[in-house]
């Protein structure tokens, strides 16, 4: 059974930085494209990043040179470096396996950016 579990949220106030890792119990990961997105209260889910199987890497303008999306193949886990963090960052954040027809979800990580 395919699990993806997201760990790293919390409350941070504007300019901080977190870091999202996301966890993944699938048979191999590295042939997965990997993404993590957003929702915010109110709003649709949205793409922030995500990175392929072979590293290639691609973000929402609204996070472009703010956030960083990695991976490590060898822990299945992918990361979501977070700086400079303004207030409409403030969702839930989820991961996502997406490989052929197959596409997993996790349960989401909540971060709020507030003063």
């Known amino acids: 059974q395919v699990q993806l579990v997201e760990s790293g949220g919390g409350l941070v106030q504007p300019g901080g930085s977190l870091r999202l890792s996301c966890a993944a119990s699938?048979?191999?990961?590295?042939?997965?494209?990997m993404g993590w997105y957003r929702q915010a209260p109110g709003k649709q889910r949205e793409l922030v990043a995500t990175?392929?199987?072979?590293?290639?890497?691609n973000y929402a303008d609204s996070v472009k040179g703010r956030f960083s999306i990695s991976r490590d193949n060898a822990k299945n886990t992918v990361y979501l470096q977070m700086n400079s963090l303004k207030l409409d960052d403030t969702a839930v954040y989820y991961c996502?396996?997406?490989?052929?027809?197959?596409?997993?979800w996790g349960q989401g990580t909540q971060v709020t950016v507030s003063s």
């Open positions: 699938i048979n191999r990961f590295s042939i997965y494209n």
């Open positions: 996502n396996a997406q490989w052929l027809r197959y596409n997993y």
């Open positions: 990175i392929t199987s072979g590293s290639n890497t």
